[in-house]
RNA sequence: GGACAGGUGGCAGAGAGGCGAUGCGUGGGACUGCAGAUCCCAUCUACUAGGGUUCAAAUCCCUACCUGUCCUCCA
């Protein structure tokens, strides 16, 4: 498979698969309730995850907790909380967020208060070489040292400072450098270190995590694209420092932001579509077939219309895995193997999963064509409709049924009965008790499928 | 102002020099006790504008305009 690298600009190609893939995506903080941005970012990489283990790789994947921020304190202050107490309730709103949303590829993640001692240690050794330095409000970091600072977002160094906007203290030795270590003011949450009483600053948190875990040398690193700068951009230039030169990590992904009303969802905007709204409202494959059918890189207009035709789409592609399960056998052959290849295709490559999504409803149309199709090539699109389910998550789980399916099986025998005295009011009445149960029942001649809705 | 993405049919959104992707929507038809689902047909001078390169451009080059992202916290 290959991925686009925004840094070098080309694409990258990953072969061998006896190495574990190490993959870091940049987790959110963790002040307020998640929103459908973060939802569609953690619901990208999660899917690549899951197809890099479905394509044989094994997947080491993490993701920071950033658990300890300015956005935190002030929050707290606002409602008179606890910043650690409130953090808390949001990390396991989020993590309730991520389970619902089908979210679970993420093999470990790392809290920045629990990686405390990590980031004193890279500060350390960034002190040790001369990056750091001391101002009356904390530790800071020497942006100039770094020849490359500005490589990933290609920001040249004018461009940097002469953003206006940004208020930056009369004291440091240059508008670019940022802080490595915060010292406490009162009532703030604090850990001890060599310089102080204080808290980590939000980049070092990522480049200390990454070592810890990854090591100086990683494959993916995923985020959403309005963190590329400054925060990236400082991750790396840490790691860079750390490490001496710039191989670090093979591929830097970004997932698009979205728009919703031709502007981005962001919480100044107040434009924000929570998370938990639209998990409410439905289905998590329609939320995962909306999100994957554009290029995870770039941005996407959200609308309620499209979530709707995201739940038409998801319901024809069940509707189809169903009909492939249950279809008769017979020399019928559709050319399911091409429609494999174009399918997998699609997802080597750069993970478009947006016309993997294509390939099969194509798929779908032609086996809805057809009464009957080969035992060969039912196994070939059983195959591809088990990625859509379990890599891609936009195909139904048809296994978690509320009612016994034996019961269900009897109704409907009693229905059939029924129907053939023409006692339809009866019949009519079992297929509308079933529905309220969930249970849809539809007929095509004499044959009979049922499944559970929504 | 700078950097970076884009501007495609009613809408959403691929493609990337020569066959009008795909879905939704809309109109008609088939099937059907009804409902649902599904299928078939139709909806077509679609590619922001103006120049250029070429036998051929939505696709390459230049210019302009428009939109968004980042340059402040952001997934």
């Known amino acids: ?26 987790g959110p903080t963790v002040y307020d309730t998640p929103h459908l941005g973060h939802l569609k970012t953690y619901t990208v990489y999660d ?14 994947y993490i993701q920071n907790i950033t ?4 956005k935190i304190i002030n929050r707290a202050l606002e409602i008179r909380d606890d910043p ?40 350390r050794v960034l002190e040790r070489r001369g990056f750091v330095y001391r101002l009356p409000d904390g530790m800071y970091f020497r942006v100039w040292m770094d020849r490359n600072y500005g490589v990933l977002s290609r920001q040249v160094p004018e461009n940097q400072v002469s953003g206006k906007r940004a208020k930056v203290s009369e004291l440091k030795e240059d508008p670019r450098d940022f802080v490595l270590w915060k010292f406490r003011k009162p009532g703030e949450p604090y850990w001890k270190s060599p310089w102080g009483d204080g808290r980590p600053g939000w980049h070092v948190e990522d480049s200390a995590i990454i070592l810890r875990y990854l090591g100086t040398s990683f494959h993916i690193h995923g985020a959403g694209a309005d963190l590329k700068f400054p925060h990236n951009e400082s991750e790396l230039s840490l790691m860079r420092c750390m490490k001496g030169n710039s191989n670090i990590c093979k591929a830097w992904t970004y997932s698009g932001v979205i728009r919703i009303n031709g502007e981005k969802m962001s919480k100044s905007l107040n434009n924000g579509i929570s998370a938990r709204e639209i998990l409410d409202k439905y289905s998590v494959e329609a939320i995962r077939y909306a999100f994957l059918s554009s290029n995870y890189s770039s941005e996407m207009d959200f609308s309620w219309g499209m979530m709707d035709e995201a739940s038409q789409n998801v319901s024809y592609l069940n509707r189809a895995f169903t009909r492939i399960r249950t279809m008769k056998h017979g020399a019928v052959e559709i050319g399911a193997r091409n429609y494999a290849e174009t399918f997998f295709g699609y997802l080597d490559d750069n993970f478009n999963t947006r ?16 009464e009957e199709i080969s035992e060969d090539e039912a196994g070939i699109l059983n195959k591809m409709f088990m990625v859509g389910q379990e890599v891609l998550g936009v195909i139904r789980n048809h296994e978690s049924i509320s009612i016994e399916p034996g019961t269900v099986v009897s109704l409907l025998e009693l229905r059939k009965r029924l129907k053939q005295m023409k006692m339809y009011g009866e019949s009519d009445s079992i297929r509308s008790a079933l529905s309220e149960s969930g249970i849809i029942v539809e007929d095509s001649g004499e044959d009979v499928t049922w499944f559970k809705e929504r």
């Open 1 to 26: 498979m290959k991925l686009w690298d925004e840094l070098k600009g080309n694409f990258v190609a990953f072969k061998d698969k006896s190495r574990t893939v190490k993959m870091y995506v940049c």
């Open 47 to 60: 899917a690549l995850a899951k197809y890099l283990k479905f394509s044989g790789y094994s997947v080491l």
């Open 67 to 70: 658990d300890i921020d300015d």
């Open 84 to 123: 650690m107490s409130l953090s808390e309730k949001y990390t396991k709103e989020y993590m309730d967020i991520m389970r619902k949303a089908g979210i679970d590829s993420v093999s470990f993640y790392a809290k920045a208060t629990r990686s405390v001692p990590d980031i004193i240690n890279q500060i």
């Open 355 to 370: 016309m993997a999504l294509v390939t099969l409803y194509e798929v779908s149309s032609e086996i809805f064509k057809h």
